[in-house]
């Protein structure tokens, strides 16, 4: 694995890498700009996420949650607006994992806060806050279509 370093650490930063997908992934609902590997809860399956700096929170629908085996406990009502409209959901603390690839390190997993909103029509996202803001990490086109490399590591 390729490791990063912050100037002057005598560590690296990331501890996981994984190939991104830029424009490759369909959902029903259109193709995913920038999409990566995770895992939500204890789900079998792994998934592929948007991974959106835009967004304020990480939205999942209560559908996926129930099949990553989480219960949903929501803590406080939240509206957003999306391009889907403006929608509602409850808060809620799941464990999201950025799953790396074989021989490219080891997976992270954060205790994130996401928006639950019942009637989700797109695909996971991960946004910033209660998940991005507690995870360090780069994006990496490479020199080639399969070489682009999404690196990760916990803050702190």
């Not at 990480?58 to 957003?80: C, F, K, W």
């Not at 997976?107 to 019942?118: R, Y």
Request: glycine share 12%; proline share 5%.
């Amino acid at each position: 694995m390729t490791a990063l370093y912050a100037e002057g650490a005598q560590s690296p930063w990331n501890v996981g890498a994984s190939r991104y997908f830029v424009h490759e992934h369909s959902h029903p609902t259109g193709v995913v700009p920038t999409a990566v590997i995770c895992r939500i809860g204890k789900a079998p399956e792994t998934e592929l996420a948007l991974l959106d700096t835009g967004a304020t929170f990480s939205v999942l629908s209560r559908d996926v949650l129930e099949e990553a085996g989480v219960e949903v406990t929501e803590d406080a009502v939240v509206d957003i607006k999306t391009r889907f409209g403006t929608m509602s959901g409850g808060l809620c603390r799941v464990p999201v994992t950025l799953v790396c690839e074989r021989g490219r390190g080891t997976d992270v997993t954060v205790e994130a806060t996401v928006l639950v909103v019942d009637e989700w029509p797109g695909p996971t996202v991960l946004g910033v806050v209660g998940f991005l803001e507690r995870v360090r990490f780069a994006l990496d086109p490479g020199t080639g279509r399969d070489a682009s490399t999404f690196y990760f590591g916990l803050t702190g």
